[in-house]
């Protein structure tokens, strides 16, 4: 069983659906794949996105990302009505939301948002950043509590669901640490890394004993070693960063 992963498919855009509809319907049926967010905000996409990779892929394992949560071309009330939404499309469809075990491997998602571990947020990011726009919470959520209801809801170490695992993979769809921005980002991209991620979310995989985490978000992609944990960076990214990013699946793990 091999295990593929990617990030950032961003379907509103046709030549990424294009390039998801011709995946080989038969290459990847004994394999699994972990997708980490970011599919689309529009719910039919996600659906049909779900239902292409369920016949191509032995098991799908997914996380949301924050364009997958915006409701501003939908009928949810709240962010966290369509995240339930997402959820229920992805369960119709035998998408993993939970921890996902082959032998003595767990693949483990990690939910989370940003809190501001990583930099204050200017104003001019709040206003720039589609999410203060395209995502609504209930009164009395600010980002930081926001990151608190999906992070409390990741699973515990001493879970049942890990007994016996040897090797754990996790997987986010947002940055678990700022150092994986590698040095070469120009000063005038950084401002946006407040938004980038949490440090809950790095805590929590290093509690959980990953040796390999991918994530999403950044669409800079990457492989790095930090501290005996491998992160996996694999954003698809929209049709303009066609030259940067690698379109295609990594594969990043095999098991037996």
């Not at 800079?220 to 996996?232: A, E, G, L, M, S």
């Amino acid at each position: 069983m091999r295990v593929f992963a990617v990030s950032d498919l961003h379907v509103d855009y046709e030549p990424n659906r294009e390039w998801l509809g011709q995946l080989s319907s038969h290459d990847y049926n004994d394999d699994v794949l972990i997708l980490a967010g970011d599919i689309s905000d529009k719910l039919a996409l996600i659906d049909e996105c779900f239902a292409l990779l369920t016949r191509r892929f032995g098991a799908v394992l997914y996380v949301p990302g924050n364009h997958d949560l915006w409701i501003h071309r939908s009928d949810a009330q709240d962010s966290f009505e369509k995240y339930i939404t997402v959820r229920n499309t992805a369960t119709h469809h035998g998408v993993h939301l939970t921890a996902f075990r082959r032998g003595d491997l767990a693949i483990v998602p990690l939910l989370g948002w940003y809190d501001y571990s990583f930099g204050d947020a200017s104003d001019f990011l709040k206003s720039a950043w589609v999410d203060y726009r395209a995502c609504r919470w209930p009164d009395g959520y600010d980002d930081a509590a926001i990151t608190r209801f999906f992070t409390e809801r990741n699973i515990a170490p001493s879970s049942h669901e890990l007994d016996g695992a040897k090797k754990i993979i996790t997987f986010s769809h947002f940055l678990p640490r700022i150092d994986l921005m590698p040095d070469r980002i120009p000063a005038r991209h950084r401002k946006i890394y407040p938004v980038l991620g949490t440090t809950l979310l790095e805590k929590q995989l290093r509690q959980l004993g990953s040796c390999l985490h991918v994530y999403g978000h950044s669409h800079v992609n990457r492989h790095v070693t930090i501290d005996d944990v491998t992160y996996i960076n694999n954003a698809f990214g929209y049709p303009a960063e066609a030259h940067f990013t690698a379109r295609r699946l990594v594969h990043v793990h095999t098991a037996n």
